[in-house]
């Protein structure tokens, strides 16, 4: 079965660690994303990739780092320069449709909930 | 600018009633609007995708959704809730460089 897989499903972080959470897909697809979700908000975009070796900002990419070195990943660190880090992070992707965001839905994966020890 | 508020944050029906999750929306053109479930510590779900074509969009699990144009509006319906609907939802307009995402309606279907 195609999808994508997230791991690890929990992660704690301890002050002033790096940590890195692992994002899959056998799907194909060009675009990947990630998102972070917090208690009663929407998701919000932290950075994207359409491709290979490149990647965007999003919305709130301060204190995180992403690397596209292959079509099937695209790892997400949280850095220590992340203040407040304890969040449900969500990976996604998409085939691009003639552009990054439009009518092609993404592809969720099941999250890695973080938390601060 | 693009934008979506979902009007409830929470809504609570009984098994076999109707269910509606009400989202508005603001589009400086034409928008793609989106549909998607979420169950506790899981991802996101596609229910269904409204991209200009028919007005009516019926997407799984029995759900559907109507683009009113002329309300700004995308709401969810369902003819009969189950137990398995129970959820948040989540309405999503596409803008230029993005999603927007609204903050979620949490169905709540009581036995």
């Known amino acids: 079965d195609g999808g994508i897989t997230q791991s690890p499903k929990y992660l704690f972080r301890k002050e002033g660690q790096n940590v890195t959470l692992s994002c899959e897909q056998n799907?194909?697809?060009?675009?990947m994303y990630w998102y972070r979700q917090d208690p009663g908000q929407g998701l919000r975009l932290i950075y994207y990739s359409q491709i290979v070796n490149d990647f965007q900002k999003g919305d709130i990419a301060e204190g995180y780092s992403v690397s596209r070195e292959k079509k099937e990943s695209f790892p997400l660190t949280v850095t220590s320069a992340q203040k407040n880090p304890t969040a449900f992070y969500l990976c996604a992707s998409s085939i691009i449709g003639g552009r990054v965001f439009s009518n092609q839905p993404q592809h969720f994966g099941d999250g890695t909930r973080l938390s601060i020890l | 600018a693009q934008s979506v508020t979902q009007l409830d944050s929470h809504v609570s029906v009984s098994e076999g009633t109707p269910v509606l999750l009400r989202c508005n929306y603001s589009?400086?053109?034409?928008?793609?609007l989106f549909w998607y479930v979420q169950h506790p510590n899981k991802g996101l779900q596609l229910l269904l995708k409204?991209?200009?074509?028919?007005?009516l969009v019926k997407g799984i699990n029995g759900f559907e959704a109507e683009f009113k144009k002329s309300e700004t509006s995308f709401h969810l319906t369902k003819p009969s809730a189950h137990m398995s609907d129970a959820a948040e939802y989540f309405c999503?307009?596409?803008?230029?460089?993005?999603?927007?995402f609204g903050t979620g309606t949490r169905l709540t279907v009581i036995p």
């Open positions: 589009s400086s053109y034409s928008p793609s």
């Open positions: 999503v307009v596409t803008g230029a460089n993005n999603l927007f």
């Open positions: 799907l194909n697809h060009d675009a």
């Open positions: 409204y991209t200009s074509a028919a007005t």
